[in-house]
Every structure is written in structure tokens, then in C-alpha cells.
């Protein structure tokens, strides 16, 4: 392969707590997934992304670390975890760790350390500040709800999360931090890993003086968003970490960044910038939130979804390179989100998957996502395990909202419809554990499950089989440029991609019901052969369609 062997992948996330148990405590571990290595590579994906394995309290799943360089109990040993990279590297799987180094867990030596005194050789190592009138610093909200800071006794001051109380942000304008966060990384690529998918990284250079936001609506804590994301050293900093760790090794690296632009997107991964290979934006997940935020639910607009997708397409050919994804282990199932996850599931999970796996970028499938997995409607608040969730539940409680208002949202965004665990087959639990799960399964999983999709030939996994071989075949999805057909229609998605004198044209319709689409005259459907589509009957290659509920299309011209 090539040196930019990550612009021809296509990388499946493993979340892996609810992926597979191997021992029956209800817990996904790592065993667990060298069980299913042969069902990713029968998928045919090059890289996994792993969520946190590391030791941690689990606050927030994993992504508050006790300690980097230990594998948490309950996942396995660090000879398990060797064992995987071995079984995964045989396969030719790629594996891409996470590193989370915004923050730390509270529970990290650091940190125990950190909050000892003010003159701790760790104090640096956070964020500390003395209140402001008997108050937190500044007016930041924390993405978990409430203020970004809290308040420390011992030395009575407060410090800085961004995330839960337990997940205190590092300070990398100290430059000892920095090394610490450097050889540790090298401590992975020594053991052989092939990157890293950095956890909200964007973050990490705050405005010095940390500003109060503005905060129009008059809350109590207002999103500090402007003063963190993208702030001034961030460019310095990842430049510095690639030529610390990364420029040491063939690797991949994508940085999870909120609020980037695409202007930015070209400064962090554009040729010679040597910061990382791709963002992992989330503009696109964004069109369903008002203007008060992720829980200000609205209606899905295709409009303006594909003004976004499009912006980033037009914007990064041949200058940057993003990720293309609908889902991740913080994101609703893009089935019930975009889809129609009841009398068209499985149609609707392949146009989806069409649409995004056609344009370029590197493709990211979270798991079930190749199985048309759902989000799930549990009754009770109880059976919610997400710390997001949760809080905002209490939060909204306390403002008054009905438990009914709250639960409606919580189905339509909370984190753990992306959670359940892995239905692998109709056995009980979905076959994820024969101990009691720590998060239920969702009930559908009889009926929708890897044992009923690997025997339908038909069934979601294969296409995205198939989507997964055509990367690899036809140049013309990685490298062609992009351009949106019918931008305003309300239900049709439709672009066309060239390359070297070939033609990609995608069709697709995003809808319940038929559409007809033409395709413009200039583009030659001359020697053209539908490369896929996802109805029973094969299309043939038309200018003027008409295309069934959800139906997809792709014609290729040579
Ligand atoms: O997420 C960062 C992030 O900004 C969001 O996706 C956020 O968690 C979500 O939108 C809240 O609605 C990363 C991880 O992916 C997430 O699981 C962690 O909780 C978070 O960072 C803190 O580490
Ligand atoms: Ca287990």
C-alpha cells in the first residue's frame, strides 16, 4: 500500500465495552474481540479504531484515564491486548488507539498529585484557578451540564473540565506535560500500533486568561466554545507532537475536532502542515439541534445537510482530507436519524451507507452500523447508563421539564442508542454476553441481528461488503472531485464525481416516497453500467428515473 495508506481505508469502531463479552460479567472485553476478527475481516475493513481500553474509573466509559499505559481490568490484560494487535495484524486490520489527552481521569497519579498543594511538581500539569467573587473563574459550561469548574478544598480553588467533574483538562502550556503526553504515545508505537484517533484535540490550547462567554440567553453557564476549540497554539502544539512522535512512524491519525472549519480542516492536515492526516468534524451532525444546542431537537433538514456535506467536499479536494461518518459510539443510529428504521430499514441503511461511502474521504462504519442496527426506546430513565444523559436529565428536572419531554429527546440523541450491545445473533442478549449486560440490549435484536445478515445475501453487511471492495478497485472514490446535483430539492441526494475522464453519478432518495430525478444533460451516460444499487431489481442506466422510496443508485462511466 501506499504511504497514504489511510486515504484507501475504510476503519470500523469498536466501542468495546458493548461489543463482545467473552467471560459473562456483561462487559465487553478484549478477548471478546479477537473472537470476531474473522467477521471484520470478512467485512473487509483495513483499520479498527479502538475506543479506550485503559485504566479507568469509568466515569465516562473509559474516556476518563487512570492510567495510559495499563489496560483496564475488566477489558483484559495487557498480554490480551498484544495478543489482538497480533491477531488483528495476521488479518491485515490496522488498529488505531484512542488517546485522550485533553483531559485525564481525577483518579490519574497526576492529578492525586496535582491537587495535593500549589506548589505540587504536578500542580502545572491542570488547570487551576482562585474563584472570582466567591464564584467559579468564569461562566463556562461543561458539555456534561453545569460549570466547567469545580471547586477544590484542599488548596481552595477551583479547576478546569471541559467534560464531567472527573475528567480534570490537562495544561499543555506546560511543556513537561507535553513530553509526558509525547513518550507515552511512543510507548504505544513501539508495541507496535498504527495510530491514533485523538480525542477532541482541538481543545487542548485554551485563550489565555480564559474569558468569560457571552451569554446572551441570560443562563447560568454559557458555552465557552470560542475560548477552547481551535484556540491560538493549537497548530504549534500537534506540529510539535508530529515531529516528537508521529514523523517516527507509518501512521494514521485523525484528530476528533468540534467546531472546525474546513478552512482550519486545511491547516491541520493539508500536505506539509505535518500536524494529523484527517479531521473527524461534526458540522454535518449538527442539523438537527437548534439553536439551544444537541437537546434542542429539530427537524432533519436534507437542504441544509447536504450544503454542509458539500462545503466540506468542495473545500478539502486536493487541499485536506476528512473523515466521512453518520455514526460513532456518541451519536444516534443513523437508520432511525436519517433513515426510515421501520418499513424500510434495510433500503434506507444502504442508501445511506451509499451516499456516504461514495464521496471522498476516509470511510469510518461504527459497529451494527453494518447490520442496520437501531436506536432503542427504553422506558425508564433507570436503564440509561450514559454520564451526558444523565446529567442533562437531571438538569432539565430541576428546570421543570416533564420526565415525558426529557425521555423523547433522550431517544432521539442520547449517546446510548449508539451503545447497546453488539446483536450478533437471536440468542438471549443478542449473543453479546451470557452473563446480564450493563447496558440492555435493544429488544429488536431477534430480528436484527450478524447470524440472520450473514445469511442474507441481500442484507446490509454485504453491501457494505461491496462498498468496502469498490474503494479499493475504483480510483475514481478516493481521488474524483464532487459536485451536488439538485441542491435544493428536499428529498433527492444526488452528486456526481470525476476523475481522469471517469464519471461517478450517485442518486439517491432520501424519502417515503417516489422522486423522479433527470440527470443533466452535460454529464454522458455513454457506456455507462450501474456499479450498485440497492433494490431487488437491477436499474438500467437512465437519464430520466424515477426512484423508489429510499432507493439508491450509482452509474460509472468510462
Ligand atoms: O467527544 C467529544 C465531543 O465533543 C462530543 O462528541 C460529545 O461527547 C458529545 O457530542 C456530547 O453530546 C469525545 C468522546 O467521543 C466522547 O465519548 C467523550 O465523552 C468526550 O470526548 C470526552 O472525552
Ligand atoms: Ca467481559
Not at 481505508?9 to 462487559?27: A, E, L
Request: proline residues 5%; aromatic residues 12%.
Amino acid at each position: 500500500m501506499s504511504k497514504q495508506w489511510w486515504k484507501q481505508s475504510v476503519v470500523y469502531q469498536i466501542y468495546p465495552r458493548s461489543f463482545n463479552d467473552s467471560n459473562g460479567d456483561g462487559i465487553g472485553d478484549i478477548p471478546g474481540i479477537i473472537e470476531k476478527l474473522d467477521y471484520l475481516q470478512k467485512l473487509g475493513v483495513d483499520v479498527v479504531w479502538l475506543s479506550p481500553v485503559y485504566e479507568s474509573p469509568n466515569d465516562d466509559n473509559g474516556y476518563d484515564i487512570s492510567d495510559y499505559r495499563k489496560i483496564m481490568d475488566e477489558f483484559g490484560t495487557m498480554e490480551d491486548w498484544e495478543n489482538m494487535l497480533a491477531e488483528m495484524h495476521k488479518r491485515g486490520i490496522k488498529l488505531v488507539m484512542d488517546l485522550v489527552v485533553n483531559h485525564s481521569s481525577d483518579e490519574h497519579a497526576w492529578f492525586v498529585e496535582s491537587r495535593k498543594s500549589k506548589d505540587n511538581p504536578y500542580r502545572d500539569y491542570y488547570i487551576w484557578r482562585e474563584g472570582k467573587d466567591g464564584k467559579e473563574p468564569n461562566n463556562w459550561e461543561s458539555a456534561f451540564s453545569g460549570s466547567a469548574w469545580k471547586y477544590d478544598e484542599q488548596t481552595d480553588e477551583y479547576f478546569l473540565h471541559l467534560f464531567s467533574q472527573k475528567q480534570p483538562d490537562l495544561n499543555w502550556e506546560n511543556p513537561t506535560l507535553r513530553e509526558e503526553v509525547y513518550d507515552m504515545m511512543r510507548f504505544w508505537f513501539e508495541k507496535g500500533i498504527d495510530g491514533f484517533r485523538m480525542d477532541v484535540v482541538n481543545f487542548i490550547s485554551k485563550v489565555p486568561g480564559l474569558p468569560d462567554a457571552p451569554n446572551p440567553n441570560g443562563r447560568k453557564y454559557a458555552p465557552g466554545g470560542d475560548y477552547y476549540m481551535n484556540g491560538p497554539r493549537i497548530h504549534e502544539f500537534l506540529h510539535e507532537m508530529h515531529q516528537e512522535v508521529m514523523a517516527k512512524y507509518d501512521c494514521m491519525t485523525v484528530g476528533e475536532m468540534p467546531g472546525v472549519t474546513p478552512e482550519e480542516a486545511i491547516l491541520y492536515t493539508g500536505e506539509g502542515r505535518d500536524e494529523v492526516n484527517m479531521v473527524f468534524q461534526f458540522e454535518h451532525m449538527d442539523v438537527d439541534s437548534g439553536p439551544g444546542g444537541k437537546w434542542d431537537v429539530i427537524p432533519m433538514d436534507l437542504v441544509k445537510l447536504k450544503e454542509i456535506l458539500t462545503k466540506w467536499q468542495v473545500g478539502l479536494h486536493g487541499k485536506g482530507w476528512n473523515s466521512l461518518y453518520w455514526n460513532n459510539h456518541d451519536q444516534p443510529r443513523i437508520v432511525s436519524r436519517l433513515g426510515n428504521d421501520s418499513e424500510y430499514r434495510v433500503r434506507s441503511a444502504k442508501m445511506l451507507a451509499t451516499i456516504l461511502h461514495m464521496m471522498q474521504g476516509t470511510p469510518y462504519i461504527y459497529q451494527g452500523e453494518e447490520i442496520g442496527m437501531t436506536n432503542v426506546r427504553f422506558d425508564s430513565i433507570e436503564e440509561y447508563e450514559d454520564i451526558e444523559t444523565l446529567n442533562m436529565f437531571k438538569e432539565k428536572r430541576e428546570e421543570g421539564k416533564s420526565v415525558e419531554a426529557i425521555m423523547e429527546t433522550i431517544y432521539v440523541k442520547g449517546r446510548d442508542n449508539a451503545r447497546t450491545p453488539m446483536q450478533w445473533d437471536a440468542t438471549e442478549n443478542g449473543g453479546f454476553t451470557s452473563g446480564k449486560p450493563w447496558l440492555k440490549v435493544n429488544p429488536n435484536f431477534s430480528s436484527i441481528n450478524v447470524v440472520s445478515a450473514l445469511e442474507d445475501p441481500n442484507s446490509v453487511f454485504y453491501y457494505y461488503q461491496t462498498l468496502i471492495k469498490l474503494r479499493k478497485e475504483l480510483e475514481i472514490i478516493v481521488e474524483g472531485d464532487f459536485e451536488i446535483l439538485e441542491a435544493d430539492h428536499p428529498s433527492l441526494y444526488t452528486y456526481v464525481r470525476r476523475f481522469n475522464g471517469e464519471t461517478l453519478v450517485v442518486a439517491a432518495n432520501v424519502s417515503n416516497e417516489a422522486n423522479e430525478f433527470v440527470v443533466p444533460e452535460a454529464i454522458s451516460l455513454e457506456n455507462g453500467e450501474v456499479l450498485l444499487h440497492n433494490m431487488e431489481d437491477a436499474p438500467s442506466v437512465e437519464r430520466n428515473m424515477t426512484l423508489a422510496p429510499w432507493e439508491a443508485r450509482v452509474y460509472y462511466m468510462k
